[in-house]
């Protein structure tokens, strides 16, 4: 008798509300970025390997960026290897510097 693998039926995929924040915060990074380099969906979606409805749903944050797409991402957007980081560092210069004020006043 065949035997069903995976989740049941109707069950949802359940997310930390940090989580999302996360995959929306690197989403607005990746769009901005594709707009600096005058790039559109299409022309980053086929330097990557995926559809341009893909890189809608990063952009949007409902999907998240696998480590494998992190590399074709930056050649797409033309960032340069030292400045990695740009797509996967948590927060911008200005959020540090909020972050750190917040703290000192806290001390």
């Known amino acids: 008798m065949y ?18 924040a996360r995959r929306k915060f690197l989403g607005r990074k ?5 707009k600096q380099v005058k790039k559109t969906q299409t022309d980053i979606a086929e330097a ?3 559809t341009f409805q893909q890189i809608q749903k ?4 409902l999907n998240a960026i696998t ?5 074709p991402l930056r050649i797409a957007l033309e960032i340069p290897v030292h400045k990695t980081n740009f ?6 210069r200005k959020e540090r510097e909020d972050e750190n004020k ?6």
């Open 3 to 20: 035997h069903k693998k995976g989740r049941p039926l109707g069950s949802t995929n359940f997310y930390l509300p940090e989580d999302i």
């Open 30 to 34: 990746l769009r901005r970025r594709r």
């Open 48 to 50: 990557v390997g995926v």
């Open 58 to 61: 990063y952009e949007k944050g």
């Open 67 to 71: 480590t494998l797409r992190l590399e």
């Open 87 to 92: 797509l996967i560092n948590k927060y911008n």
């Open 102 to 107: 917040e703290g000192n006043r806290a001390s």
